[in-house]
């Protein structure tokens, strides 16, 4: 650029083109990812440290001897294969390449991803766990806003020896089936684009989680989805499947496996993009890792726990009475040994212990404490002078 000269003899600095430096997605999704580990470390430090951190027990109920079995071998299987999961995926790569694969960042993602795991229940409670699974409570009862009931040792129960292998394990596997997928579909459909890639995707891994889920995890009694709506699956069982959740379901594992399918010719994923302007390994890998764990847990948050919450937890159906027989299934949220009625069409939502709720024999329970709203009356005005 030339110099631009003044009304004198000297001129004047040249004055350089003002451009704006262009946003680097990396940048902005490892942003958005380093929010989610924060608020997850708080909600787990606040939890472990606060009354909480308290195991639900099985109360009365006796769970069959099979099942008892079944949910111990559950447990040292999940717990193993997450930790095989980790060595091959994550430690292996590293130490013989000092590389992080896309693969071994998504076990580190899919393990934060047991954070959002009991979210659904925001509202109210249409999900449980067998309080027979090891558990020491949840952290539900300190995220900011928390509707659901919860007390120490009336809570949802989460499995700390079965969930966080099902999440890195699950979350891998789906996504690896998902291109899977999509690369046969691609293969005996050349023409077929992005879009109807996505739906094949998405049918096919519906199917799989309603066999893996409806068929063969629910039945063992690990969890129950006792209030989700339009059963297609033992309506009346304990182990009932709703229509909603393989769709849902399926919904966030194909926005996963897209995430690994769709990658740029540097091998990056459409968040990871820019990742070669980030100077050194280390700082350009832990960016990598912070992006993928943003996506991951948006794809959670918006594809699952979102309609879940607001669509089926408020809108639930009456728990089965299979499930509400067996203690280790109600873990005392409501039922027999509580004062609160199960949710269903006919309960309106209660904020935790804050406000009146319907008690099991159907009648009106309010908490110590607790000031009802007195009735105002309508403000006619004084006779002769109208408001």
């Known amino acids: 650029m030339s110099a631009i000269k003044s009304s004198g003899s000297r001129p004047i600095a040249p004055v350089a083109d003002v451009k704006s430096k262009p946003l680097v997605p990396i940048k902005a999704w490892a942003a958005f990812g380093g929010l989610w580990v924060a608020f997850i470390l708080y909600i787990w430090g606040k939890w472990l440290l606060g009354p909480y951190a308290t195991p639900v027990q099985t109360g009365p109920s006796v769970p069959p001897g099979w099942m008892s079995v079944g949910l111990i071998l559950w447990q040292v299987v999940m717990t193993s294969a997450m930790l095989v999961f980790f060595y091959w995926f994550l430690i292996r790569p590293w130490v013989r390449e000092r590389r992080l694969t896309t693969d071994g960042i998504l076990c580190v993602a899919g393990f934060l991803l047991w954070f959002e795991d009991p ?57 690896a089936l998902g291109c899977a997928i999509m690369r046969r579909t691609k293969a005996r459909w050349p023409k077929f684009g992005p879009y109807r890639l996505l739906l094949v995707c998405f049918v096919a891994l519906a199917v799989f989680d309603l066999v893996l889920e409806g068929l063969v995890m629910m039945p063992m009694g690990l969890f129950t989805y006792v209030g989700g709506a339009f059963p297609i699956l033992f309506p009346n069982a304990y182990h009932m499947f709703p229509a909603h959740e393989p769709v849902f379901t399926s919904m966030m594992f194909t926005a996963v496996a897209a995430l690994r399918y769709f990658k740029d010719d540097r091998g990056y994923t459409f968040v990871e993009r820019g990742a070669e302007q980030i100077q050194g390994p280390k700082r350009q890998g832990l960016y990598r890792m912070l992006a993928l764990i943003g996506a991951t847990q948006m794809s959670m948050f918006v594809f699952y726990n979102v309609p879940t919450s607001v669509m089926v937890a408020t809108h639930g159906r009456a728990w089965p009475t299979d499930a509400q027989e067996r203690s280790y299934l109600t873990d005392f949220i409501c039922g027999d040994g509580t004062d609160r009625a199960c949710p269903g069409p006919a309960i309106p939502l209660s904020k935790q212990d804050r406000s009146a709720r319907v008690t099991p024999r159907g009648s009106l329970s309010v908490p110590s404490g607790t000031v009802l709203p007195p009735l105002v009356p309508f403000d006619l005005g004084a006779p002769g002078h109208p408001k």
């Open 119 to 175: 979210l659904s229940n925001y509202f109210s409670p249409w999900i449980t766990y067998n309080s027979q699974l090891a558990n020491v409570g949840s952290w539900v009862n300190v995220v900011p806003g928390w509707m659901s009931f919860g007390e120490p040792g009336q809570q949802l129960p989460e499995p700390y020896l079965l969930e966080p292998g099902v999440y890195v394990t699950l979350w891998l596997t789906m996504a």
